[in-house]
Protein backbone atom coordinates (compact mmCIF):
# COMPACT_ATOMS: atom_id res chain seq x y z
CA UNK A 1 0.00 0.00 0.00
CA UNK A 2 2.60 2.54 1.08
CA UNK A 3 4.84 1.68 -2.50
CA UNK A 4 1.64 1.98 -4.17
CA UNK A 5 1.30 5.72 -2.56
CA UNK A 6 4.36 6.78 -3.15
CA UNK A 7 3.61 5.83 -7.00
CA UNK A 8 0.66 7.58 -7.04
CA UNK A 9 2.64 10.82 -5.31
CA UNK A 10 5.36 10.85 -8.07
CA UNK A 11 2.88 10.70 -10.90
CA UNK A 12 1.20 13.66 -9.59
CA UNK A 13 4.50 15.69 -9.01
CA UNK A 14 5.53 14.66 -12.55
CA UNK A 15 2.24 15.85 -14.17
CA UNK A 16 2.62 19.05 -12.07
CA UNK A 17 6.16 19.59 -13.45
CA UNK A 18 4.73 19.67 -17.40
CA UNK A 19 3.10 22.71 -17.05
CA UNK A 20 5.35 26.04 -15.78
CA UNK A 21 2.38 28.17 -15.53
CA UNK A 22 4.43 30.48 -18.40
CA UNK A 23 2.55 32.50 -21.19
CA UNK A 24 2.27 30.17 -24.09
CA UNK A 25 1.56 31.51 -28.19
CA UNK A 26 -1.47 31.60 -29.32
CA UNK A 27 -0.48 31.13 -33.18
CA UNK A 28 0.28 33.73 -35.67
CA UNK A 29 -2.00 37.28 -35.76
CA UNK A 30 -2.55 39.53 -38.34
CA UNK A 31 -0.26 42.79 -38.91
CA UNK A 32 -1.57 45.51 -37.48
CA UNK A 33 -2.31 47.82 -40.58
CA UNK A 34 -2.43 51.93 -39.49
CA UNK A 35 -4.44 54.75 -41.14
CA UNK A 36 -3.56 56.11 -44.43
CA UNK A 37 -3.79 59.39 -45.23
CA UNK A 38 -5.45 59.27 -48.83
CA UNK A 39 -5.06 62.58 -51.11
CA UNK A 40 -2.21 64.52 -48.88
CA UNK A 41 -2.03 67.31 -51.52
CA UNK A 42 -5.44 68.09 -50.86
CA UNK A 43 -5.81 71.65 -49.88
CA UNK A 44 -7.53 72.41 -46.05
CA UNK A 45 -10.97 72.64 -46.41
CA UNK A 46 -12.13 76.20 -46.80
CA UNK A 47 -15.30 76.46 -45.59
CA UNK A 48 -16.84 74.19 -42.84
CA UNK A 49 -19.03 71.33 -43.65
CA UNK A 50 -23.14 70.57 -42.88
CA UNK A 51 -22.73 69.76 -39.37
CA UNK A 52 -26.08 67.88 -38.26
CA UNK A 53 -24.57 68.06 -34.69
CA UNK A 54 -25.40 71.75 -33.96
CA UNK A 55 -28.86 72.21 -32.73
CA UNK A 56 -30.47 76.05 -31.84
CA UNK A 57 -31.45 76.71 -28.24
CA UNK A 58 -34.68 78.79 -27.63
CA UNK A 59 -36.34 80.54 -24.47
CA UNK A 60 -39.35 79.68 -24.15
CA UNK A 61 -41.22 83.10 -23.20
CA UNK A 62 -43.98 83.14 -20.45
CA UNK A 63 -42.81 80.21 -18.93
CA UNK A 64 -42.02 79.68 -14.90
CA UNK A 65 -41.89 77.22 -12.22
CA UNK A 66 -41.12 77.77 -8.50
CA UNK A 67 -37.94 76.50 -7.62
CA UNK A 68 -37.59 75.88 -11.10
CA UNK A 69 -39.38 72.52 -11.04
CA UNK A 70 -40.08 71.12 -14.37
CA UNK A 71 -42.81 68.68 -13.08
CA UNK A 72 -44.91 72.35 -12.56
CA UNK A 73 -44.57 73.18 -15.65
CA UNK A 74 -47.61 72.56 -18.13
CA UNK A 75 -46.62 70.78 -21.18
CA UNK A 76 -49.72 71.82 -23.26
CA UNK A 77 -48.34 75.71 -22.26
CA UNK A 78 -45.05 74.73 -23.41
CA UNK A 79 -46.48 73.77 -26.56
CA UNK A 80 -48.80 76.51 -27.12
CA UNK A 81 -45.76 78.69 -26.55
CA UNK A 82 -43.73 77.50 -29.53
CA UNK A 83 -46.87 77.90 -32.01
CA UNK A 84 -46.99 81.61 -30.34
CA UNK A 85 -43.43 81.85 -31.28
CA UNK A 86 -43.66 80.82 -34.49
CA UNK A 87 -46.47 81.42 -36.33
CA UNK A 88 -44.91 81.44 -39.99
CA UNK A 89 -44.94 77.42 -39.60
CA UNK A 90 -48.08 77.03 -37.10
CA UNK A 91 -50.82 79.90 -38.13
CA UNK A 92 -50.90 81.10 -41.80
CA UNK A 93 -52.48 79.37 -44.48
CA UNK A 94 -50.01 77.66 -45.61
CA UNK A 95 -48.15 76.78 -42.69
CA UNK A 96 -46.86 73.38 -42.96
CA UNK A 97 -47.65 72.94 -38.70
CA UNK A 98 -51.21 74.53 -38.96
CA UNK A 99 -53.08 71.04 -38.49
CA UNK A 100 -50.82 70.34 -35.53
CA UNK A 101 -52.08 73.64 -33.72
CA UNK A 102 -55.48 73.51 -34.49
CA UNK A 103 -55.57 70.27 -32.68
CA UNK A 104 -54.13 71.46 -29.51
CA UNK A 105 -57.99 72.04 -28.65
CA UNK A 106 -58.34 68.68 -28.72
CA UNK A 107 -55.73 68.30 -25.64
CA UNK A 108 -57.44 68.01 -22.20
CA UNK A 109 -56.36 70.43 -19.25
CA UNK A 110 -52.94 70.37 -17.58
CA UNK A 111 -51.47 69.24 -21.11
CA UNK A 112 -53.21 65.73 -20.39
CA UNK A 113 -53.35 63.94 -24.08
CA UNK A 114 -57.02 63.38 -24.93
CA UNK A 115 -58.27 62.36 -28.56
CA UNK A 116 -56.64 63.86 -31.32
CA UNK A 117 -54.23 65.72 -29.31
CA UNK A 118 -51.04 65.74 -31.07
CA UNK A 119 -49.53 66.35 -27.70
CA UNK A 120 -47.60 63.20 -26.11
CA UNK A 121 -46.96 62.28 -22.87
CA UNK A 122 -43.94 63.71 -21.13
CA UNK A 123 -41.13 62.38 -19.67
CA UNK A 124 -39.03 63.34 -17.28
CA UNK A 125 -34.62 62.48 -16.71
CA UNK A 126 -31.80 64.77 -16.07
CA UNK A 127 -30.08 64.79 -19.57
CA UNK A 128 -28.38 67.88 -18.49
CA UNK A 129 -26.26 66.56 -15.58
CA UNK A 130 -27.80 69.55 -13.17
CA UNK A 131 -29.26 66.75 -10.78
CA UNK A 132 -32.32 68.03 -11.67
CA UNK A 133 -34.90 66.67 -14.25
CA UNK A 134 -35.59 67.65 -17.90
CA UNK A 135 -38.94 66.99 -20.11
CA UNK A 136 -39.26 65.36 -22.95
CA UNK A 137 -42.43 66.16 -25.36
CA UNK A 138 -43.23 64.74 -28.32
CA UNK A 139 -45.66 66.14 -30.68
CA UNK A 140 -47.14 64.61 -33.67
CA UNK A 141 -46.67 66.73 -36.62
CA UNK A 142 -48.19 66.20 -40.56
CA UNK A 143 -46.97 63.14 -42.94
CA UNK A 144 -46.43 60.92 -39.46
CA UNK A 145 -43.69 62.77 -38.13
CA UNK A 146 -42.68 63.35 -34.39
CA UNK A 147 -41.20 66.16 -32.97
CA UNK A 148 -39.07 65.56 -30.10
CA UNK A 149 -37.89 68.60 -27.89
CA UNK A 150 -36.20 68.82 -24.44
CA UNK A 151 -36.52 71.50 -21.72
CA UNK A 152 -34.47 72.40 -19.08
CA UNK A 153 -34.78 75.47 -16.89
CA UNK A 154 -31.86 77.79 -16.83
CA UNK A 155 -31.23 81.16 -14.57
CA UNK A 156 -34.50 80.83 -13.86
CA UNK A 157 -35.84 80.26 -17.94
CA UNK A 158 -37.39 76.84 -19.68
CA UNK A 159 -34.97 76.59 -22.67
CA UNK A 160 -35.57 74.42 -25.49
CA UNK A 161 -31.83 72.39 -25.78
CA UNK A 162 -32.79 70.16 -28.42
CA UNK A 163 -35.64 70.26 -31.15
CA UNK A 164 -35.79 67.77 -34.20
CA UNK A 165 -38.61 66.39 -36.18
CA UNK A 166 -38.75 63.46 -38.53
CA UNK A 167 -40.11 59.77 -39.49
CA UNK A 168 -39.76 57.74 -36.15
CA UNK A 169 -39.86 54.25 -35.58
CA UNK A 170 -39.20 54.59 -31.51
CA UNK A 171 -37.70 57.17 -28.87
CA UNK A 172 -36.17 56.16 -26.23
CA UNK A 173 -33.88 57.28 -22.84
CA UNK A 174 -30.97 55.40 -21.79
CA UNK A 175 -28.85 56.76 -18.87
CA UNK A 176 -28.49 60.79 -20.63
CA UNK A 177 -29.55 60.04 -23.79
CA UNK A 178 -31.98 60.24 -26.13
CA UNK A 179 -32.12 58.15 -29.09
CA UNK A 180 -34.23 57.95 -32.11
CA UNK A 181 -34.69 55.31 -34.57
CA UNK A 182 -36.03 56.49 -38.04
CA UNK A 183 -36.43 54.32 -41.17
CA UNK A 184 -34.10 53.99 -44.24
CA UNK A 185 -35.18 53.95 -47.48
CA UNK A 186 -32.52 51.56 -47.80
CA UNK A 187 -34.44 47.95 -47.02
CA UNK A 188 -33.64 46.46 -44.42
CA UNK A 189 -32.05 49.29 -42.57
CA UNK A 190 -32.80 52.50 -40.18
CA UNK A 191 -31.30 54.83 -38.67
CA UNK A 192 -30.14 55.73 -35.12
CA UNK A 193 -29.77 59.38 -33.89
CA UNK A 194 -28.10 59.74 -30.20
CA UNK A 195 -28.64 63.16 -28.87
CA UNK A 196 -26.16 63.91 -25.99
CA UNK A 197 -25.99 66.64 -23.98
CA UNK A 198 -22.90 69.03 -24.47
CA UNK A 199 -22.16 71.34 -21.53
CA UNK A 200 -19.80 73.52 -23.95
CA UNK A 201 -22.70 74.58 -26.15
CA UNK A 202 -25.30 74.08 -23.50
CA UNK A 203 -27.41 71.54 -25.81
CA UNK A 204 -28.09 68.23 -26.44
CA UNK A 205 -25.97 67.53 -29.92
CA UNK A 206 -26.97 64.53 -32.37
CA UNK A 207 -23.46 62.79 -30.96
CA UNK A 208 -23.66 59.56 -32.61
CA UNK A 209 -25.80 59.12 -36.25
CA UNK A 210 -25.86 55.16 -37.67
CA UNK A 211 -27.79 53.47 -40.36
CA UNK A 212 -28.05 49.34 -38.28
CA UNK A 213 -29.07 46.32 -40.18
CA UNK A 214 -32.63 45.58 -38.86
CA UNK A 215 -34.42 42.10 -38.23
CA UNK A 216 -37.22 41.69 -40.30
CA UNK A 217 -40.80 42.75 -38.25
CA UNK A 218 -42.63 39.43 -36.99
CA UNK A 219 -46.76 39.39 -36.76
CA UNK A 220 -46.66 43.37 -36.51
CA UNK A 221 -44.04 43.90 -33.53
CA UNK A 222 -41.47 46.58 -34.67
CA UNK A 223 -38.24 45.29 -36.16
CA UNK A 224 -35.13 45.53 -33.84
CA UNK A 225 -31.76 46.55 -34.99
CA UNK A 226 -29.15 43.73 -35.05
CA UNK A 227 -26.50 45.26 -32.48
CA UNK A 228 -23.20 43.74 -33.72
CA UNK A 229 -23.24 44.82 -37.20
CA UNK A 230 -23.36 48.67 -38.83
CA UNK A 231 -23.17 49.97 -42.36
CA UNK A 232 -21.20 52.78 -41.16
Known amino acids: ?73 DPLNVVRAEVAAHPDVYSGPHAVYRQTRDRLKDCGTQGTPDGKCPLLRAYYRDLTGDGKDDMVLGIRFPGNQLAVRVYTFEHHRLVQVMGTADSVVSVELAGRDVIIRSPSTLPGYEFRTVWSWDPHQHAMLASRDEILRVRTAFRGRPASPVPSESAW
Request: hydrophobic fraction near 45%; include cysteine.
Open 1 to 73: MRAAFGLAATALLLAGCGDSGALRGAGPTATAVGPVDLWPQLPPASTPALDFGVTDTETIKGITAAGDDIHRV
